[in-house]
């Protein structure tokens, strides 16, 4: 969880003087996160009572709502305000970059609701998915028709309705002298987040399974659009320069992908009841993980027939799982991955340290970075 692990407290030399800062990483995070919620609460509330009069969508609608305000770590909202805040974001414009960082979650919500159709996945943050619930809803209500497809297609609606959302939200956040800017990197992390998603779909369906293709997938589906982009979103804002929109490239490109390392080896490895989603899903699809492209890279020839006969297979069963987990292990791949991880974060961290950003922001987005590439959710 966010908040549980921090690097020590950075010292700026003020004056010849180092003098901490003075609210430690989990306190500000904390705020940031309670301020976004309160911003996404009061936004979602308001959108429910603007259903049309005569249209009877209200139970989903609030479905929506409760998926956008339970649960999550809201990094890309804390990321999109810790790179306003180091631009040089003043504090009596702090509303303004958190409608941009509850836009950024909003857009995020729009992506896993998508993201969970596409992989028929059952649980997401501990609960049932969105289309899960939208099916039960239609069963409980005894609607004809099939309530599978029914949860589906309303969880697709509603995803869309999220990205909906997110723009008005994002166009309340500054005035039209910025807003080109932030539109801009608005505009690149939601092209990288489709792209890379599609990317993935075709690599899993080819069984392209190497190194390359999962770092490719990685640095679209997640460092682009989850790390990298709501860093130049939130910079963007406070009107930072082009250098420092740079760095937050440079920072947040291989901070993404270790981040995506992480949420592959989770997404073999983890606790069901920890990460809140399944800990098979990933072996049943098939995705083309930096992590299995290790394993084979890595596998003699038994270990690469085990991979290449269960890897993927929709039938899986939780013994074959095991056997797959065993040969990750025994290859050294996830020892491989831990090291790549530790590596981008190493880069990742020394870029931030050079660049322009204020200084309470680069500690911050340095504890930030340690929490989310070194976790167990």
């Known amino acids: ?24 990483t989990p306190a500000l995070l904390n ?4 301020r976004i919620d309160e911003v996404l609460r009061d936004f979602t509330a308001a959108k429910a009572q603007q259903i049309p009069a ?7 609608v609030r479905a929506l709502a409760d998926f956008v305000l339970t649960g999550g770590k809201r990094i890309r909202a804390q990321l999109g305000y810790w790179g306003w805040r180091g631009a040089g974001g003043e504090d009596d414009e702090r509303d303004s970059a958190y409608r941009a960082g509850a836009a950024l979650e909003l857009c995020h919500c729009f992506g896993l609701i998508h993201d969970d159709i596409i992989d028929a996945s059952e649980t997401r943050r501990g609960r049932p998915t969105l289309h899960r619930q939208l ?17 589906n297609s309303t969880a697709l609606l509603l995803g869309d309705l999220c990205l909906f959302w997110a723009d008005e939200l994002l166009t309340r956040a500054c005035g039209p002298d910025r807003m080109a800017a932030v539109r801009s990197a608005w505009h690149e992390m939601r092209v990288a987040e489709v792209c890379g998603q599609m990317f993935e779909m075709v690599a899993q369906a080819g069984r392209d399974f190497t190194v390359a293709t999962g770092l490719a997938v990685a640095r679209y589906k997640t460092a682009l659009y989850a790390t ?102 025994t290859t050294g791949a996830k020892d491989s991955v831990e090291e790549m991880i530790k590596e981008r974060v190493e880069l990742a961290l020394a870029t931030l340290a050079d660049s322009r950003a204020t200084g309470e922001a680069r500690r911050v987005l340095s504890d930030l970075a340690l929490m989310i590439t070194d976790r167990d959710s």
Do not use: C, N
């Open 31 to 34: 705020e940031v996160r309670q």
């Open 228 to 329: 990298a982009r709501p860093l130049q979103v939130g910079g963007a804002l406070a009107g930072a320069p082009a250098d420092l929109l740079r760095s937050y490239l440079d920072f947040g490109t291989p901070l993404g992908e270790a981040f995506q390392l992480r949420d592959d080896i989770l997404g073999v490895f983890g606790k069901p009841e920890v990460t809140g989603k399944s800990a098979t899903d990933d072996l049943l699809e098939g995705k083309p993980t930096v992590l299995i492209a290790r394993a084979l890279d890595l596998a003699d020839a038994d270990q690469r027939a085990a991979i290449d006969r269960l890897y993927g297979d929709p039938d899986l069963d939780e013994d074959g799982a095991t056997v797959l987990r065993e040969a990750i292990l």
């Open 54 to 60: 005569g249209v009877d969508i209200g139970p989903a």
């Open 135 to 151: 099916a039960q809803l239609h069963s409980e209500q005894s609607w004809r028709g099939s309530s599978d497809a029914f949860g």
């Open 1 to 24: 969880m966010l908040g549980e692990k921090s690097a020590p407290v950075r010292e700026e030399p003020v004056g010849g003087i180092a003098e901490p800062d003075r609210m430690p």
